[in-house]
Nanobody, 121 residues
């Protein structure tokens, strides 16, 4: 599967952005990870191929919403109430992890190129 992420940009703290990830097919679990400068890549959110049972990192729960539109083979990450600590390159990923392993980057076999989100204070 091929992935193409988009939608990053510069936003003030408290603002919103929506990231998109276009995929070549929709039968995989898809997720978002992020990597801030000088830090390791971390899990953000993931959802199964039926757009159900999403899993979120505690740091984004209640602020971010993951969804997918399989008619368009596209996954989204709606990010609200953004904070400076959300600044990172965001990557979309696809794979076949079981739900308990959604947070494990090594379970994803395809990655998009990343899109930069910068939140100013």
């Amino acid at each position: 599967v091929q992935l193409q992420a988009s939608g990053g940009g510069l936003v003030q703290a408290g603002g919103s952005l929506r990231l998109s990830c276009a995929a070549s097919e929709s039968r995989y679990v898809m997720g978002w990870f992020r990597q801030a400068r000088g830090k390791e890549r971390e899990f953000v959110a993931a959802v199964n191929s039926r757009n159900s049972g999403p899993v979120y990192a505690d740091s984004v729960k209640g602020r971010f919403t993951i969804s997918r539109d399989n008619t368009k083979n596209t996954m989204y990450l709606q990010m609200n109430s953004l904070r400076p600590e959300d600044t990172a390159v965001y990557y979309c990923a696809a794979g076949q992890p079981i739900r308990s392993a959604y947070r494990s980057a090594e379970m994803y076999t395809a990655w998009g190129q990343g899109t930069l989100v910068t939140v100013s204070s």
